[in-house]
């Protein structure tokens, strides 16, 4: 009996398939991932204010657009087998089968390597680090069913379980997807989060410009406007939400507090600059430092909130001015 022989067709509809399963697949995973640090965020590095930002959007966008292309392929595809069964038997299709049976063995064994790598090394078992095996474990271990069965014809013997699949793979995306918004906030909220990291960021600045002026003349500007100076650090930033000035108060000959009003309590380490916030002009060093003092702590609640703050000489002596 002679080989089925490929058409144009088969072949352009079995490589589509796989693209699009193959990148919803990592879309998928890489989501998961991302809500798994999200909700369990590593102590010792900084979770941006904009979940958004670091690629769920992409990934939310690649599953929404490609899943659903991948399960009209194969209808198409299943649909031609149904009606010329030699279709089950050429190259492309046992070469996609076969592939992919492959690349999920291997990741299973990845998987498994990884998690005996780090219990035998003595390290901490994360419960990110655990959940994050268990995710690719499980869907590298549904893969290799689902294409072994498919390669065994099991799919084509029982259409009504490989339907109750495709729907139940269906729902499981769409309630990932769905359940982001409850993870980590709809794109509205991250936004007016971003805006928050803004601030902070903006209060810093502030900040080192309010030390840098109490160097170069030992006392504190009166009002904020004194600030501006574009010769040592560029205007004062102002709220780029509201378009209005920050608030500052001198409240002592040495102290002082910064005053903004924010959308949403702070989450996360806010000692630091937000690399999701808009980029601002450099803000000066204070000058003669003689060593770093403990970093601000910046967190916030929502609404206005005001940060006291109090010059130590000793870290930031004032300029010695040249004869």
């Known amino acids: 009996m002679d080989k089925p022989k490929i058409t ?24 998961t991932f991302d809500y798994i ?27 929404i657009v490609l899943f659903p292309v991948y399960l009209l392929l194969m209808k198409l595809i299943h649909g031609d087998i149904s009606r010329d069964s030699s279709r089950n038997d050429i190259w492309v299709r046992r070469w996609a089968l076969i592939l992919t049976l492959f690349v999920a063995g291997v990741a299973i064994a990845v998987d498994l390597i990884m998690l005996l790598t780090t219990f035998l090394n003595g390290e901490a078992l994360t419960t990110a680090f655990l959940l994050k095996v268990l995710v690719v474990f499980l869907i590298a271990s549904g893969v290799f069913m689902h294409f072994i069965s498919d390669l ?3 799919w084509d013997l029982y259409p009504a379980r490989r339907n109750a699949v495709r729907i139940g793979v269906a729902i499981l995306v769409a309630v990932t997807i769905i359940a982001g918004f409850f993870i ?16 902070v960021n903006d209060l810093q600045n ?64 806010q000692n630091v600059y937000s690399e999701f916030a808009y ?6 060093t204070p000058v003669g430092a003689k060593g770093m003092p403990p970093q601000d702590n910046w ?4 609404g206005q909130v005001c940060f ?6 000793s870290f930031y002596p004032p300029l010695t001015k040249q004869p």
């Open 184 to 199: 980590v906030g709809t794109p509205q909220q991250a936004r007016l989060a971003r805006f928050d990291a803004q601030k």
């Open 308 to 313: 006291d703050r109090t010059i130590d000489s």
């Open 37 to 63: 640090n999200y909700t369990f965020p590593n102590a010792l590095s900084y979770y941006p204010a904009d979940p958004y930002q670091s690629g769920i959007s992409y990934e939310m966008a690649s599953i």
């Open 152 to 154: 065994r014809g099991y």
């Open 299 to 302: 967190q916030h609640d929502a």
């Open 8 to 31: 144009a067709k088969d072949f352009f509809l079995w490589a589509g398939a796989m693209i699009t399963f193959y990148w919803s697949v990592i879309a998928f995973i890489l989501l």
């Open 206 to 269: 502030i900040q080192s410009q309010v030390v840098y002026y109490w160097q170069a003349k030992q006392k504190l500007p009166a009002v904020i406007d004194d600030l501006n100076n574009s010769l040592a650090y560029g205007s004062v930033p102002v709220d780029t939400q509201t378009g209005e000035p920050y608030v500052y108060e001198a409240t002592g000959v040495l102290s002082f507090k910064l005053c903004a009003e924010f959308n949403t309590q702070s989450r996360g380490n």
């Open 279 to 284: 980029s601002e002009p450099a803000r000066p």
